[in-house]
């Protein structure tokens, strides 16, 4: 390959005379060596220095300054794991789904008195984050309920396989100190087999968009983890906004399900790839859920990832 070719593949272009895939199955830039080189040059042109610290349990993930530093607090529990935390509480009006069907999911957050909390401040541009997940981390849906005067969220919610689900609602009330994130098991009746974990893969094709995740996950300390997505053998340098940033990414645990929410580091214009400082608190399996919007469309590409 000359030296012309070379520097097209790190900005995943496909060199002259090299046919491109159709449907998006045209990888980015070939090899983790040339993928973090190219990622330091798209960083630097595109992204702000600074990190989005995802929690378990903690403040919002937001850029916190200009200079990378650690992310996440040991003394927080992970988030999604409880019922009732800090004095809320999380009381499902519906606890059942039928199979395969399109429903309605209705709860209320109440406080230390039991009393509906009516008023909340947004986060990522939202009132209420709720992801609904099954147990096997097979099925996932995050969606944005409406806040009924009487204190009553109401969400729509798609089909959903036999088997049990986890709702976990991410909020922060007026006067809270921090984020609460509460989770709760939702019964869809049926027949269940549960799947194991798939193996952990770099790259995965969802609605023609090859995406490519980059960086591992080490216990307790900060990590980068890089997203590249590409279409029809060219890399998507146009994504929209999607909840305040060029993407996000939800992360759960198997097993118990902790959950991690956390928005990319700050970026001054779209780019192919998509960095986010986030930090896991126990060795283990993770699905991550990496959410991007383009084309007026939201997608979902969803990665297994050993840490």
């Known amino acids: 390959m000359t030296t012309t070719q070379r520097r097209l593949v ?4 496909p060199p002259p005379g090299r046919p491109q895939r159709g ?8 090899g983790r060596a040339a993928r973090v080189v190219a990622a330091g040059l798209i960083l630097a042109l595109t992204l702000a220095v600074g990190f989005a610290a995802g929690r378990f349990g903690g403040s919002p993930a937001t850029v916190r300054s200009a200079t990378p530093g650690p992310v996440g607090h040991a003394d927080h529990e992970p988030a999604g794991l409880q019922l009732s935390r800090d004095g809320y509480t999380l009381a499902l009006d519906t606890t059942t789904l039928t199979a395969g069907r399109a429903g309605k999911l209705a709860f209320r957050i109440t406080d230390a008195a039991g009393l509906p909390v009516t008023a909340f401040q947004p986060v990522h541009e939202r009132l209420m984050h709720l992801v609904l997940v099954s147990r096997d981390l097979t099925d996932y849906q995050h969606v944005h309920p409406e806040l009924d005067a009487d204190g009553t969220w109401r969400a729509a919610v798609g089909p959903a396989a036999a088997g049990p689900l986890r709702a976990i609602a991410d909020f922060w009330p007026v006067g809270a100190a921090r984020q609460v994130t509460l989770g709760a098991d939702v019964a869809v009746p049926g027949r269940y087999a549960p799947r194991p974990p798939e193996q952990p893969q770099e790259t995965v094709v969802v609605d023609g968009y090859t995406v490519t995740l980059d960086g591992g996950l080490r216990p307790g300390e900060a990590n980068q983890v890089l997203v590249w997505l590409g279409r029809d053998g060219r890399p998507v340098n146009d994504l929209q906004p999607h909840l305040g940033a060029y993407g996000h990414l939800v992360a759960l645990r198997h097993g118990d399900l902790a959950y991690l929410h956390v928005h990319p580091a700050a970026a ?19 699905r991550l859920f990496f959410e991007f ?10 990665f297994t990832v050993a840490a």
């Not at 998006?24 to 830039?29: E, G």
Request: aromatic share 4%.
């Open 268 to 286: 001054s214009r779209p780019s192919s790839v998509v960095a986010f400082g986030m930090q896991v608190p126990s060795a283990g399996t993770y």
């Open 10 to 13: 790190l900005l995943g272009t």
């Open 293 to 302: 919007r383009h084309l007026d469309e939201v997608h979902v590409a969803a």
């Open 23 to 30: 449907d998006a199955q045209a990888p980015p830039p070939a």
